[in-house]
């Protein structure tokens, strides 16, 4: 039996399901490599391997991506860390290569909050690494690369590197340029040193 004292304050927090406040996104930083080489003869290639096909944007493309341990480091240790990542997971040693550090991105998912910090590493190689052999890493030339399946926050990355690259230019892309430009200049005919009579 209920006691008839009971007033609706006592029991109306039963009655009606209590509001859940949502948690906030966690944070999560990352250090992202575009790694592009320059070859002789041929377009400039960029790295991308293939995410798991489980979890977090399983199945899509990206450009070399190492998860952080801390959300307060700096370009000189993120490219410490980068350098030894890159060299363990796709056998990448650079020789005197052109390095930039192009700032960050934020992309927001449903319970993340992801910073990608971008870096630009660009180097000059007569082949391909055995990494090529691997299926789910390959080399891609710019075209290509735009129409993979990225995830949004490294499309991202890719306007950050496209924008830098309209006011900067480095010695690989001038030395490139220069060659091509080489390649394409037609020889003059030899004929035409002669006039007919």
Known sequence: ELDSDLVEESYTVTRYPLKVDKKPPRDEECAVSIVEKISPNQEPLYLI????????LAGLWEFPTLELDTLDSDYIERAKKSTQYLNTRYQLEFKQPNRFDLGNVVHLFSHIRKVYHI??????????????????????????????PIPTGLKKALKLLENFKTTNSTTLTKKKAVKKSVKTTKSANIASFFKKE
């Open 49 to 56: 391997s293939k995410r798991p096909e489980t979890g977090l």
């Open 119 to 148: 870096e630009w590493i660009q180097y000059e190689q007569d082949d391909l690494p055995t990494i090529d052999r691997v299926t789910d890493v390959k080399w891609v030339t710019l075209t290509e690369l735009k129409t993979s």
